[in-house]
């Protein structure tokens, strides 16, 4: 299945061959981080040494002084940024290649959609950043960091991403079991602050507790240890509540069927790690999840606190904003100022409250930058290319966009918001053909 990523990733190997030292730029996501750190961790084996430091993309383009950069989880949609680089370049990234990159100097581009593969929901960059690096020696191990990028992305464990998760059981990293794909603690607490499945408990105690009486299982149980038989009763539970929100009914696939250990690493839930490093990003602290993912056990506790305080965030902020979302012809859409975050938020809207329509997170900061967040879901995406939408309407106001079919963003400036949502909701209903 990997031959032709292969082929790309002995090239990369070449290059890599002729340098002692590697500039290595990643996302600050949890497939980012978890990418960056499968890279690093190769080139350590091997006696490469690294410098790597985690961006938000490329919008802004790179400074480079070194004579061999490695961009993990972005790169392929932007051929401009990459072409201008007058060093050796590897990208090792999933995202949809756009345009046409005319390279200064010696190139690799190790990327599903280039190789045969879905890079929209069967391989994440993590697992791209895998093959990889398995071309530069022996990494089977870091299978187990490779599944953290999939989850975090919202990927599908198919195809490839199936693949790599089977070579992680063979080789005895990763430990799959039936059960809920969800994060780790009491029942409770999971129950109360999971965002994926988002359940819509978090301000509603007594209706919690009475779902636990009614599934019969006390609250206070760890949800990792409960048996095969209350892990079912709760999952069909969880599954019904699901389906009674405006919800898109393929989420329920993501969270049921198998939940995955990992043995090698620091957190063995692989949800709860995934969510950990996700916080880390998000909360600016790239480097404790870097380093967790490193097997670095001074980050964990941190990185804990830093995963309960985003996702009490998330929830407030879901609270505070579900009743300002306001309706397009075609899309649902909602601005904040100084919003905690736009990702997380857009993700949950368009899943679980509002998947009829392409949703889209508008959050302007302080200082007039505009990020903006758009989502939806598989359904939705056989027809609305949300990657096309958010470059094509940032383009026509002066700013930059991309990402993925599914789930993209864009840059913008404050002066142009009320533009930029007409023309996303103008893109959107053509592409729906809806008007
Ligand atoms: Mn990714």
Redesign the pocket.
Known sequence: MFEMLRVEAKRAVRILEKHEFARVYT?YDV??ISSGAIIATALLRRGIQFHLSFLSGLNDGVEVEDELVIFA?MGSGYPDVISSIDANVIVVD?HFPVGRIEARREFAHINPHLAGIDGSYEL??SGTAFIFANEVGDNSDLSSLALL?MIG?KQKISGGNAEIVKKGVESGHIDEKEGLRMISGSVRDVLRLSLEPYLDFYSKEEELEEFLERVRINGDREFDELSREEERRLANAIVLRVLNMNSYPGVVEDFTGKKFFLKSELVRNAVMMSEIVNATGRKASQSIGFGICMRDESYLEKGHELWRKFTVEIHEEIERRRHEVKEGECIRYLIMEEGSSTGPIASVFSRYLFADRPFVAINIKKDGRVKVSARSNQKLAERVDLAEVMRIAAEKVGGRGGGHVVAAGANISADVVDEFVKEVDRLCCTQLGWR
Do not use: L, Q
Request: avoid cysteine.
């Open positions: 996302h497939d980012g989880d999933h994440s960059a990028g992305d």
